[in-house]
């Protein structure tokens, strides 16, 4: 009996040592909160940017900051609309853009244009929810500012490209990169001839995804041709980007993925054994540790020699197919959402489009009247046309012009998020170590030494990642950020935006 009671006393002792008060626990959110908003992006420089243009042109294109809708605080003057992609009088092709001056903190050398991919995906999803001056995230009720605004850098221009994407008018004619890039370029003229203070700037080409293809093909072609454009490009950022075959960036990491990320799929032990057999079936098992070394001991084999994916061994897709099994809300674009799915006033990406009522942000008459974007155009996201007509005849980016875009750079970042499913940042290991990427330079192969676990640190944040930096080539690894790194972890991607842009010294 005695003992009985003892027993009770330490249990409740026990339970009383742990025990946090209602207070404790919103001392602590109190806490958290404000750590969260401490936890700003650091000035770069000093001094208001106030950029007007002498060319009458300009003014038509003016957005009053104050005037957008939904948005309750003033986003400050920036421009927008539809110009031509050449000078042609009969040039019936226009791209949309929204350019945004520097931020008070931001540089007035430097211009920043950031694309979208998919092909034919908006850049207004990177202005509306990666790094643009305000922010609508999925699942919340209003445009907030956005604290990581690469406005902060210096000023930023989004356009829909190519001819066929959001807003843009015209026809879709391309063929490959290169006609894409040309068509960009004359956009570009046209551009600085209406705004032509931004002429000189250096330059920065950016984007993600699919822009893996977009961003290497568009900065070659202004390498390749100086003097078309009358900007000083520096480098490149692509981030969770198409830069390989999809057997290397989705098929042979991916039970390594499921692997790491187990206690997130949940699969069955049964499942995980069919999975271990086709790995193993397919030549995916062990292709690391067989090929991935540094430095690389020589060209990769594909499995089977091609890049062509069996159905029976496109192990990404039964994936894919079991995790929405065990979660209806399973984000290939982020695998830590769960149920239930988030509403986006964009309608995409996630796993499902459309989860969204209409209208979509920006196909509201009020908000295309404020942009001066053209009203008889249904907005959506990723376009229902084919942007290449016929497809993109290119060879993936890694395989053809990335080397040379490199050598070129001033800084070149490849950036993945470790949350990534559609793209894996595995595949974009091998992508840069194996796939011939010969960093021109001293001709070498890939990277010749390892990339350091923990070695990507964030101010303030600590350790965020792993990176690599050799011979002109930063690699960095996001954790816990999904595909869109500037939408997932926006301090990281600023961080590495300033490394990119030559305002830290070290990556
Ligand atoms: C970044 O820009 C936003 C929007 O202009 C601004 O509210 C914020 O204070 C800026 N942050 C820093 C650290 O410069
Ligand atoms: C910006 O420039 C305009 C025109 O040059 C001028 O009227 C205005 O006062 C300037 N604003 C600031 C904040 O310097
Ligand atoms: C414009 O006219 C030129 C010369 O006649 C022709 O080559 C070109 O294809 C036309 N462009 C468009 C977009 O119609
Ligand atoms: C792939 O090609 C190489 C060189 O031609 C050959 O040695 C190898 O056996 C082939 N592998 C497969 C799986 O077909
Ligand atoms: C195990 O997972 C697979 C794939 O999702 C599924 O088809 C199967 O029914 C599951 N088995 C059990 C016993 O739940
Ligand atoms: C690798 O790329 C270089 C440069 O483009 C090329 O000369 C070489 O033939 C390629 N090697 C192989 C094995 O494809
Ligand atoms: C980095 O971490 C991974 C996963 O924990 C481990 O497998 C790998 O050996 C580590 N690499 C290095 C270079 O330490």
Redesign the pocket.
Known sequence: MLQLLSLLLLALTCVQGREITPAQVKARQRMAAEKLLANRAAPTSNGIKNITFSNPKASQFFVDGTTIPEVDFDVGPSWAGLLPISSAKNETRELFFWFFPPGPQGSSDDLIFWTNGGPGCSSLEGLLQENGPFSWSTGTGKPIVNDFSWTNLSSLLYIEQPVGTGFSQGTPNIKDENDLAAQLVGFLQQFLEVFSELKGKNFYVTGESYAGMYVPYIANFIYENPGMVDLNLQGIWISDPSISFDVVLEEIPALNFVNKYQNVFSFNSSFMKTLQATSDNCGYTNYMQNFVTYPPKG?LPLPGNTTRIKNSCDIWDMIFEAALLINPAFNIYRIFDTFPVLWDVLGFPGSFPDTQVSPLYFDRMDVKQAIHAPTNVDWVECSNINVFPHGDASMPSA??VL?NVIEKSKRAVIVHGLADFILIAEGTRIAIQKL?L?L?GNGL?GFQTPIQNESFIVDGMGVMGNLHSERGLTYYEVALSGHMVPQFSPKSAFHIMQYLMGFRDTP
């Open positions: 060209l395989l053809t080397p011939n010969t021109i192969q």
